[in-house]
């Protein structure tokens, strides 16, 4: 039975949504915070459903041999180690739309709240102090409120506060002008939106181009008696910097929704007067956790029962409806790459895919990786089908995909090239009844189905051949299940499909390389 550990506090509806497609729970919403008991409990789990608390280091994806997918529920991945994932080939996905909406809407009401002081007067008032002259605020109406990074978050709140009647302008290098018109939003450099606006919202991701994009130099060059809300993630912002700048009135306020340690308690900024905290509640509402409760569970379920990809950042993305097209061709992709990189000789320099009728209207990507990973298997013990292409970009191996609309004998072919210093070998092979059968390798058609076991052999196309080999394999009491021959003539190069039902010794494979006729006797593994 499948297995998923949700290892943070996540909506009921996703245990009731993975078990309802018998996928067995462990629920243990405090693990998250403690790694050594994660370490423990991730031993024997498929999948893994989180929200921030969990930090999916490299020591917690090795230590969990099983996982195949983790599953954020929310946005930032910030707190999962993704390369170390994608080499251990576990699929890492996110809910991206689930909680923008409420996030957009904290920050919101963060600039509200740092604009009007409204926590520090509720504090005072229920203090009996009634100090009406002391939380004197500032209006939004005809503001300038400059957002850093306007995607999905960034637009909601431009939307808001346009109808807020405050005039947006934004800094992101991935927002193209049309879709910044679009919006009505102004794109602008980082230093001029510094300087023009009266309010900064940060809603980028944290990586290393974002890490303290409010910098100490950046807060120098700021509008004096701006306000800065941060509703993202706190290593955008350099908090000691923050702290001189709130405290010498250069910034008049600031909301900040996260921190660069969390949880974060009894961080000096809080002593300030003019800041405005909340302990990363941006996503938490009742209407955005159930988004992302649903979200992730179904990405999970679909994933670990069918296959299917969404809203995966390490790999290109699957419907369920394609997935059980996709499932036996990649099946066929890694059997004909398994038989190609076993049967090379040399470093790879290039592998290629050839999509023949039906299945070249098939999304090609989950297909190559198939083929990709199993083709470098025997050079590259660490790839898998997640991190296939991108381990061969590194090293130089280039991957390309063909596609003909027609087949001539089947329905549907993959043909697969493997390149080397050394030489081209390729393979061809359509499903037959859904199973991968081999149909051509090279010029010779020959057809064979895969067993566990097998052995490939190129010969002189002479008599007697097939009686010496089956002698020495009978010599070794090794069975012959299936022998599949082809030959482009009479008289020349042969080649030879065997399915063995034992394993081959190095002996009995010496014995074969040793006949006479024989050009190449080598083992397959499938
Ligand atoms: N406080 C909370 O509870 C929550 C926080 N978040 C955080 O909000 C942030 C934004 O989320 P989304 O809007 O959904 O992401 P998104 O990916 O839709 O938008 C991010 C935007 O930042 C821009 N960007 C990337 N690098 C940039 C750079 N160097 N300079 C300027 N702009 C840059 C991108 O082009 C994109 O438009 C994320 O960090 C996410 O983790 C999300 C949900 C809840
Ligand atoms: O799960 C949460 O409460 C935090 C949400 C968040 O930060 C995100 O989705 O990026």
Known sequence: MVKVLISDKLGDDAVRILEARKIEVVFNPDLGKDPAALKEALQDVDGLAIRSATKMTAELIEAAP????????GIGVDNIDIDAATAAGIAVMNTPFGNAVTTAEHAIAMMFAV???IPQADASTKQSKW??????????FGKTLGLIGAGNIGGIVASRAQGLRMK????????????????????????ELLQRADFISLHTPLNDKT????SREALEVIRPGAFIINCARGGLIDEDALAEALDDGRVAGAALDVFAEEPAKNHPIFERENVVVTPHLGASTREAQENVAVQIAEQIADYLLTGAVQNALNMPSVTADEAPKLKPFINLGEKLGSLAGQLVDGAITGISVRFAGHVSELKAGPIVSGVVSSALKPQLATVNAVNAT???????????????????????TLTVKVETANGAFSVTGALFGGEPRIVRIGDVRLEASLAPNMLFVINEDKPGFIGALGDVLSDAKVNIATFNLGRQEAGGEAMALIALDQELSDDTLRAINALPQIKRAAPLKF
Do not use: C, H, Q, W
Not at 66 to 73: D, E, F, P, Q, T
Not at 131 to 140: A, D, I, P, Q
């Open 211 to 214: 890490r303290n994009i409010i």
């Open 168 to 191: 947006v302008i934004a800094f992101d290098p991935f927002l193209s002008e049309e879709k910044a018109n679009d919006m009505g939003v102004e794109l602008v450099s980082l230093n």
């Open 390 to 412: 991108s381990l061969a970009k590194d090293r130089g191996i280039s991957i390309t995909e063909e596609k003909t609309e027609t087949s001539p004998n089947f329905g549907s």
């Open 66 to 73: 099983k996982l195949k997918v983790i599953g954020r529920a």
């Open 115 to 117: 604009a009007r002081k």
């Open 131 to 140: 100090e009406k002259s002391k939380f004197m605020g500032r209006e939004l």
